[in-house]
């Protein structure tokens, strides 16, 4: 079993930054953790989950929602099993809770058929 674990969400006016981070544990070898496809999702409520950012393993391929291209950076630390997701010039239709994910294949991470889900962390961009 993998549990992952956000922090960084928070209060931030329009147009500032927020550095958000997903751990992952578990039951199981850092080997396998360390080759789970990661990103980030987002929802607000009464709307649905909406991707934001994949990362695959190897950090060698990225993908990033339309919406926050050129603002939203995705990176991760394999050695300390830790995906990011740096988020400058933020707006208030940034306001969402972020949810990380995990799964063994990028293209089912990206549609939202993700193994493993966070608990997710408040973000809200006031205007």
């Known amino acids: 079993q993998v549990q992952l674990v956000e922090s960084g969400g928070g209060l931030v006016q329009a147009g500032g930054s927020l550095r958000l981070s997903c751990v992952a544990s578990g039951r199981t070898s850092s080997t396998y953790l360390s080759s789970l496809e990661m990103g980030w999702f987002r929802q607000d409520p009464g709307t649905e989950r909406e991707f934001v950012a994949a990362i695959t393993w190897t950090g060698s391929v990225i993908y990033y929602a339309d919406s926050v291209k050129g603002r939203f950076t995705i990176s991760r630390d394999n050695a300390k099993n830790t995906v990011y997701l740096q988020m400058n010039s933020l707006k208030p239709q940034d306001t969402a809770v972020y949810y990380c994910?995990?799964?063994?294949?990028?293209?089912?991470?990206?549609?939202?058929?993700?193994?493993?889900w966070g608990q997710g962390t408040q973000v809200t961009v006031s205007s």
């Open positions: 994910a995990a799964a063994n294949n990028i293209r089912f991470l990206r549609a939202g058929e993700s193994n493993y």
